[in-house]
């Protein structure tokens, strides 16, 4: 039986993430085509230098048509105002920007580019309302996607 | 590079060009080669049905967000057929570089010849139906091309037939003309390669290559014409290998030297079945092949019985369009002819509503290739075609899409009527027949787009997939709706519970403190609080009897009867606290007691 597209292209993904991920990120855990989790280290130079985050990646069968859902996880989630402490991201590719040519490695490039243009590190200003009432999965939330300069 | 998963990096990084080549014919979004190469006004390449699938979604190229829509691409026929044509040729010319660039000083024997199943020829995500299909492309077109390929091999001895029917004689060494049918092709062994002072030696098996294969394009070339499928599952089904098998050696004059290509080939001389028409069955009505009938009518519509073979209704065949008649019959036989009666050249379909007829070769009427592949290869070693050259031939009509409807404008009856002229399944609901619609356009137009184009057979098994999908989806949904379900009630139910849990508590103490209050006139008003079920009284002189706590606790029962049973022990807890409480009072008449009913407990887990 074929391999349904998601998995023929995480495949794909995986082995290219494998051979030549991005500086600062390395699989930790990819063992399906469901979930993955991968380390993503805080650039050198910028706020988060030398801190180590997780991300968690869940794909979908429809993916990569639909965007897979990601957030941060574990003991150390970002502080950063684009990152909810409940490891929430507000980052329109993700969500109604997603385009199927994004792969894995480029979110991980974007959220790389995103913590390293940070000027301070605060959390969201409604970080507390947010972490109440948000939904587990952040592709329930409602993003407004205010500035694009952090 | 296991189940066909292929990327740039497969390249050595020596051949830096072949990884952007690679590259550069993979679709962005599925990350395959190309398959049906379409262009987007942004100059943006993507598979058809990759971008038809996005644009259901969205109106933007994928790659540069320029607005666009389904109307506004273009087929891109070069760019396909290169993809299509480095797919063929891929693992060939990897496994050679590779020999290439780490060159092993061991020579290995050539091994003798070999017969190589069929089966091994194909790679497991091809459904049996594809292997046969594959399988039995005509042989001249896998000699040639597979060579060709592998080897730039010397094409002087195919040469075309010069009947009108395009058919091909394959040259022996011997020079005895071999005419192919077009029809069950085994091929013992790969040609093998020499390199040219004979150090590396690769035997280039096609069960070798099959292993490294792309998945769509490997074993070599089997579907490399265009854009001719001979569909000729029929043959499969009806006629076991005809013995006739023919040896036929190739002698190259390449830039490689050598290449050895032994073939068998089995006539279908044999079938039984010769180009039937197909007919309506008397009692279903299904479009089957003549010769069948009688076998069909006792084996299943007398008998009560659905024939699985054959799921077309007679009349339907016959009223489509003649571009999807032509992939009703044979694909493609591009440069000439869709042929717009159905009757003339239908066959026994392969299987179940799938390939309605499919392959028109006959003896009599041999297999036609497309005439402008094979020209420009025969000039290409300097043998005399012995037709012209080129022959410019009329461009095939352009198969007619399906247009794409606005479902909410169409009731469930003229939606159904829709699918029934497609030969769709009409059950489920309107969702579902919309789902369907949309899913089988997508594919149907991405098929139309290719210069590879598939049977409609292979279309109709995609779609029995996806129904198989969607009901699999249905029920995984309904499923995790129940549960979800289930999970709010439980939660409500807790809630409820928290909530009897804490007015039992609070009217026990009240009714204590009230009590308290009775025994002692003069004391002040009990203060009774409740803060997160924990509901705290301070008698100031507790002084009871039996007759208070009898009181109190039928107070506190009478509120939680609804409750029932669950709430006993917690009601049994609040009335030995209050007992134990006023025993102390009794105890110690003076001293102000702090009681503190019955401690927060998680509430019952039913
Ligand atoms: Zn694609
Ligand atoms: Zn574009």
Sequence with gaps: MAKPMFARRLSKELKDLAMNAPAGVNIIDANDFKVWKLGLAGAPGTL?????????????????????????????IPVHPHIYSNGHICLDVLYNHWSPVQTVASICLSLQSMLSSCTSKEPPPDNATYVKTARANPKHTAWAFHDDTV | MSEGITDPSDWPIEFKSLREIDSHLRCPICKELLRAAVVLQCSHNFCSECIRRHLDKESSCP??????????????????????????????????????VQPKPVVR????????????????????????????????????????????????????????????????????????????????????????????????????????????????????????????????????????EVQASLNSSTNITSSTITTSVASIASSPVIGPNLVACPICDKGIPEPYTNTHLDKFCLAGRTDPDYTVPYSLISKQPAS?????????????????????????????????????????????QSTMQWQPQMSSNGTAPRQPMFTPKPAAPEPKRIPKLTYSLLNDKQLRKKLQELGLQTNGDKTLMAKRHA?????????????????????????????????????????????????????????????????????????????????????????????????????????????????ASASAF?????????????????????????????????????????????????
């Design chain 1, 48 to 76: 988060y230098d030398g801190e180590k985050f997780q991300l968690e990646f869940n794909f979908g069968p429809n993916y990569p048509l639909e965007s897979p859902q990601v957030l941060f996880v574990g003991d150390n």
């Design chain 2, 63 to 100: 790659a540069c967000r320029v607005a666009t829509s389904t109307s506004q691409m273009r087929r891109n026929v070069a760019l396909d057929e290169i993809a299509n044509n480095f797919g063929d040729c891929r693992s060939l010319l990897l496994n050679t570089l590779m020999e290439a």
């Design chain 2, 109 to 244: 024997p050539v091994p003798p010849p070999q017969f190589v199943k069929e089966e091994s020829m194909d790679i497991d995500y091809d459904s049996p139906q594809q292997k046969r299909r594959r399988t039995s492309t005509r042989i001249t077109n896998r000699n040639v091309s597979s060579s060709q390929d592998h080897t730039d091999i010397a094409m002087g001895q195919v040469t075309l037939d010069d009947d009108k029917d395009d058919d091909f004689v394959l040259n022996h060494r011997d020079s005895s003309p071999l005419r192919h049918k077009g029809k069950n092709v085994h091929r013992s062994t790969g040609p093998v390669l020499r390199s040219r002072g004979g150090r590396a030696e690769q035997t280039l098996s096609q069960s070798s290559q099959s292993s490294q294969a792309d998945e769509r394009h490997e074993p070599t070339n089997l579907t490399k014409q265009e854009p001719s499928l001979p569909t000729a599952s029929d043959h499969f089904h009806n006629s076991a290998p005809a013995p006739a």
């Design chain 2, 324 to 368: 999807v008649i032509a992939l009703y019959t044979k694909q493609g036989t591009s440069t000439r002819d869709v042929v717009p009666d159905t009757n003339s050249s239908l066959t026994k379909p392969g299987t179940p509503g799938r390939s309605v007829g499919s392959n028109s070769s006959t003896p009599n009427s041999p297999a036609r």
């Design chain 2, 439 to 551: 899913e089988f356009a997508t594919i149907f137009n991405a098929n139309c787009d290719s210069t590879r184009p598939k049977p409609l057979s292979e279309l109709m098994k995609a779609m029995q997939v996806w129904e198989r999908a969607y009901e699999k989806d249905l029920e995984v949904r309904e499923t995790q709706r129940r549960i979800l379900d289930q999970q709010q009630q439980a939660q409500r139910q807790i809630h409820a519970a928290k909530e009897a849990k804490r007015q039992a508590k609070e009217d026990a103490a009240a009714a204590a403190a009230r009590e308290a209050a009775m025994d002692s006139p003069g004391a002040t008003p009990p203060s009774s609080q409740s803060s997160n079920g924990r509901s705290t009284f301070v008698p100031n002189q507790a002084n009871s009897n039996a007759v208070n706590v009898a009181i």
């Design chain 2, 558 to 606: 009478a509120h939680a009867a609804k409750y029932a049973d669950e709430y006993a022990e917690l009601i049994a807890e609040v009335r030995n606290r209050l007992q134990a409480d006023k025993e102390k009072a009794l105890a110690n008449t003076t001293t102000t007691i702090t009681a503190e009913p019955a401690p927060p407990r998680s509430a019952p887990s039913q």
